[in-house]
């Protein structure tokens, strides 16, 4: 069964102070993992996907990067408009209508 | 792009009536749209596969004469709940799959909150 499971559960970061998002990931074969942030009351918005470990995407201040086990999501410089839930997703071979199993996200909170 | 809506955001009901949420893309095609529920502090639980023009893949667990899935055309589709009751109060999601490739990301709707009195 494909598990995904994000740490840590709850960050707060002080406006400018860095960090990373960790999504650990068991599935058989990964077709993709995407990111998602998730504002409160919202849908998830998308942010990247990755697909072979080794490959790193960039948008603003965040950057996402993938091995084999893993995905870190690295927040540099963030502002309090970063704050938001991250949540991460997997897609693997033979996935019933390509669904996603998500993560339990980690909620960042990012003060001026 | 890649934008996809839903209506109501918000819908307040009595116990025993029917509910019907709509999810739209709105400037692509859609064969897949998925449904999820998303609990307080929680993440996203997938309820079901509408697959454009068949019968909607429900998850194990999902109640599918409860939570009927129409999936009429590429760029709607309707989640009914019927004869809701204070338990199924929740936050409902929608996801529309851009294209007809593996890896095609999922794009979601805003959300519905239903609140069943």
């Known amino acids: 069964e494909d598990q995904v499971t994000q740490s840590p559960e709850a960050l707060r970061l002080q406006e400018g102070e860095s960090s990373s998002l960790n999504c650990s990931y068991t599935?058989?074969?990964?077709?993709?993992l995407f990111w998602y942030r998730q504002d409160p009351g919202k849908g998830p918005e998308f942010l990247f996907t990755?697909?072979?470990a080794g490959e790193e995407k960039e948008k603003e201040r965040l950057k996402a990067t993938l091995t084999k086990k893993e995905s870190f999501l690295h927040i540099t410089a963030p502002k309090p408009e970063d704050s938001a839930t991250y949540l991460c997703?997997?897609?693997?071979?033979?996935?019933?209508?390509?669904?996603?199993?998500f993560g339990g996200g980690t909620r960042v909170l990012v003060k001026p | 792009g890649a934008v996809v809506s839903q209506h109501p955001s918000r819908v307040i009901c009595k116990s025993g009536t029917s509910v019907k949420i709509e999810c739209r893309s709105l400037?692509?095609?859609?064969?897949?749209m998925f449904w999820y529920r998303q609990f307080p502090k929680q993440s996203l639980m997938l309820m079901a596969t509408?697959?454009?023009?068949?019968?909607?893949?429900?998850e194990q667990g999902v109640e599918k004469d409860k939570f009927l899935i129409n999936h009429a055309s590429l760029t709607l589709s309707t989640l009914t709940v019927t004869s809701a009751h204070p338990e199924d109060s929740s936050f409902y999601i929608c996801?529309?799959?851009?294209?007809?490739?593996?890896?095609?990301?999922?794009?979601f709707g805003p959300g519905t909150r239903l609140t069943v009195l």
């Open positions: 996801s529309a799959r851009a294209g007809g490739g593996f890896t095609d990301t999922q794009y």
């Open positions: 599935v058989s074969g990964l077709r993709g």
């Open positions: 990755l697909y072979s």
């Open positions: 997703a997997v897609q693997a071979p033979g996935a019933a209508g390509n669904k996603l199993t």
């Open positions: 400037d692509f095609q859609a064969t897949t």
């Open positions: 509408s697959n454009e023009g068949s019968k909607a893949t429900y």
